[in-house]
């Protein structure tokens, strides 16, 4: 079985840096790739980054493209999204993903998702 648990959300303004964390634990199928997904209040969870198994590659949304820089370290078995100029339509519960799919657009979906972590609430303000 495998877990995922998130931290590192908190109130901001806009403008300011988070740091989200995501620790990964249990077995795991090597190769794996990691997402960043998020959830507004009365939307549907969107995708926000992905990373493939070694951190060569990186995919993200536009609406965060530049901002939002996705990364892991696996000999810590760790993912992490930095999150710099936030913006209050950034706010949202921000979940991390584990997917067995190699890599691709297949990535934004979160179908492709076999493990979620419980989510950390990141809440922007103007």
């Known amino acids: 079985q495998v877990s995922l648990v998130e931290s590192g959300g908190g109130s901001v303004q806009a403008g300011d840096s988070l740091r989200l964390s995501c620790s990964i634990s249990?077995?795991?199928?090597?190769?794996?790739?990691m997402g960043w997904f998020r959830q507004a209040p009365g939307k549907e969870r969107e995708f926000v980054g992905s990373i493939n198994w070694n951190g060569a590659a990186t995919d993200y949304a536009d609406s965060v493209r530049g901002r939002l820089t996705i990364s892991r370290d696996n000999a810590r078995n760790m993912l992490y999204l930095q999150m710099n100029s936030l913006k209050p339509e950034d706010t949202a519960i921000y979940f991390c993903?584990?997917?067995?799919?190699?890599?691709?657009?297949?990535?934004?979906?979160?179908?492709?998702?076999?493990?979620w972590g419980q989510g950390t609430q990141v809440t922007v303000f103007q």
């Open positions: 249990g077995r795991t199928e090597v190769p794996y790739a």
């Open positions: 993903g584990l997917s067995h799919t190699g890599w691709g657009d297949d990535l934004r979906s979160a179908r492709e998702y076999a493990y």
